[in-house]
């Protein structure tokens, strides 16, 4: 019984030493996975930037697009004032 004990001892051993010995290239592929999640979040926030100036550049354009829209009717209705007043 004390041989299968030690046996036993021996192989649990023999895999937790296995076990740590790869640690390495797990802390390896742990840091590249964090560096890249550390990019991607980088390109998120530059990207939220970006939309953030474009969503208020299209808000500029459409109340632009509104103040024109406002003036050509507002000349269009003194132009048909100005036509109703002189008749031949």
Request: include cysteine.
């Amino acid at each position: 019984m004390n041989k299968k004990v030690l046996m036993i001892a021996g192989v649990a051993m023999t895999a937790l030493l296995g076990g740590c010995a790869n640690t390495t290239a797990l802390e390896e592929s742990v840091a590249n996975l964090g560096n890249k999640v550390d990019q991607l979040s980088a390109e998120v926030s530059s990207l939220k930037a970006e939309q953030g100036k474009l969503s208020a550049d299209v808000q500029d354009a459409k109340a632009a697009a509104m103040d024109a829209q406002s003036e050509a009717k507002r000349a269009n209705d003194r132009l048909d004032n100005v036509a109703s007043r002189y008749k031949k």
